[in-house]
Nanobody, 115 residues
Framework: QVQVVESGGDLVQPGESLRLSCVAS????????MGWSRQAPGKQRESLAR???????IYADSVKGRFTISRDNAKNTVYLQMNNLKPADTAVYYC?????????WGQGTQVTVSA
């Protein structure tokens, strides 16, 4: 069982930046593929970014160029740097760890972008 805990959500103004963090348990973190998704009210969950164990990244078109995913294996942590935030980015942001084809999800952290 892998536990995933997100943090860093906040209320910010349009154009501002925010960095989310996600800690996953287990000594095998460096082998996990990690990802960030979000779910806005009334909408389906949307996959935003993924990072493999080797550091390869992939992004959804909706956030490409504004969001950056990165990982620090020494801290069992993956980050999502979000720049130039827009009201449409308002959502609950979820982190997930893919371990041996099983996805473990966190409880989510709220990001609200509003003037």
């Amino acid at each position: 069982q892998v536990q995933v805990v997100e943090s860093g959500g906040d209320l910010v103004q349009p154009g501002e930046s925010l960095r989310l963090s996600c800690v996953a348990s287990g000594s095998g973190f460096s082998r996990y593929a990690m990802g960030w998704s979000r779910q806005a009210p009334g909408k389906q969950r949307e996959s935003l970014a993924r990072i493999t164990s080797s550091g390869m990244t992939i992004y959804a078109d909706s956030v490409k160029g504004r969001f950056t995913i990165s990982r620090d294996n020494a801290k069992n942590t993956v980050y999502l740097q979000m720049n130039n935030l827009k009201p449409a980015d308002t959502a609950v942001y979820y982190c997930n760890a893919l371990v041996d084809s099983v996805a473990y999800w966190g409880q989510g952290t709220q990001v609200t972008v509003s003037a």
